[in-house]
């Protein structure tokens, strides 16, 4: 700072430190300087600050540094720290002093190099002459090698035109075949729907008839006693002459897969027996009385007429009779529990 030189200024006789400090300051600016009188002229001047500011490392010579390092280097007391304590001022100066010779040095151990490789870059705008002129050789390479690709494209698009249309035949005549198969396959269906219609119409009478015997009489016997009279009564339709299908499976007769699907998404066992409840729960005319000790019946009923909004009550409950009269009155079914109580 500008304060701190005029503080070194109106010293008379300065430590040798802070003389030694500002003489190589003076030096290394190119000043010429001999006694104390010389350096304070010298750094008193407006250009001072600005020269060391604006200082260039790159102007200092072999011979200049070879001086600073032998006259002021080289002296044990020329430190940072010994004269930062005689002077604030000065001890900067040095620290500045040292790095710039410092960095002087490494320029110079480095010049070799800059040398070398301002000889490569001038090598290398050789080499860039001529790489444009292979540039521009490439290019009209180039403009050859596109006007032969399109002359290349065009014979491909042309081959490509008659792969597709032969692939377009080939797929018209594979679907022909293909409706022609599926066609054959359909008669074959169709001419066997028709036999099967036949047939079950042809026993559709004793068909009908077991059916309904059994809607009507077999929902109190178990499933032992369901098939004893199953039996006897096809029996009987034998006697009196009624064709019916010795097969007949009584839950997919009176039943449909989705029907059956539907039930056992609602807590309905798969065996046949419990499908043949559930198929006679659908088609009562009478309200059925279920004897359900294990309670499946009931959380079946309860999923079933979910969506109607099935009220489950008993003679004990104090609602009953609210609860019937509400079923009665809206139409929702009713399930009434421990009706042996």
């Known amino acids: 700072k500008k304060q701190h030189l005029v503080e070194l200024r109106t010293m008379s006789m300065p430590p040798p430190v ?4 500002l003489e190589s300051v003076c030096v290394l600016l190119g000043e010429s300087v001999t006694d104390w009188k010389s350096i304070r ?4 001047k407006d250009t001072f600050i600005p020269s060391i500011v604006n200082f260039e490392s790159g102007e200092i010579n ?3 540094r070879m001086e600073m390092t032998e006259k002021y280097l080289s002296n044990p007391d020329y430190t940072y720290d010994k004269v930062n304590r005689a002077s604030s001022a000065c001890g900067p100066m040095v620290k500045w002093v040292i790095a710039q010779l410092e960095y002087a040095e490494m320029l110079n151990k480095v010049d070799p190099l800059r040398r070398e490789l301002q000889s490569l870059e001038e090598a290398a705008e050789v080499k860039k002459v001529e790489a444009e002129k292979m540039t521009k050789l490439i290019a009209t390479l180039e403009t050859s090698i596109a006007k032969y690709k399109e002359e290349y494209a065009q014979l491909i698009s042309q081959a490509e035109a008659i792969k597709s249309s032969l692939k377009t035949v080939q797929d018209k005549v594979d679907r022909s075949m293909s409706l022609l198969k599926s066609l054959s396959i359909e008669k074959e269906r169709w001419e066997k729907t028709s036999d099967n219609f036949k047939t079950q119409m042809l026993t559709l009478i004793g068909d009908v008839f077991l059916s309904s015997a059994f809607l009507a009489y077999g929902g109190y016997f178990d499933q032992h006693r369901r098939t004893n009279l199953f039996t006897t009564w096809s029996m009987h339709l034998e006697g009196a ?4 299908r010795p ?13 059956r699907l539907g039930w056992q ?8 027996l419990c499908t043949e409840n559930a198929i006679m729960l659908k088609r009562f005319n009478r309200f059925p009385l279920i004897i359900d000790p294990s309670g499946q019946a009931t959380d079946f009923l309860m999923n079933e007429f979910k969506e109607r909004k099935i009220t489950k009550t008993s003679f004990l409950d104090d609602s009953f009779r609210k609860n019937l009269e509400s079923a009665l009155r809206f139409g929702n079914p009713l399930l009434v529990q421990d009706v042996e109580n």
Request: proline share 6%; aromatic share 8%.
């Open 247 to 259: 097969d007949l499976a009584r839950t997919e007769f009176l039943s449909d897969p989705d029907e």
């Open 62 to 64: 072999e011979a200049v």
């Open 241 to 244: 002459n009624i064709a019916y």
């Open 265 to 272: 998404s609602k807590s309905l066992p798969t065996d046949d």
């Open 18 to 21: 802070v003389r030694i400090a």
């Open 41 to 44: 002229s010298a750094f008193m």
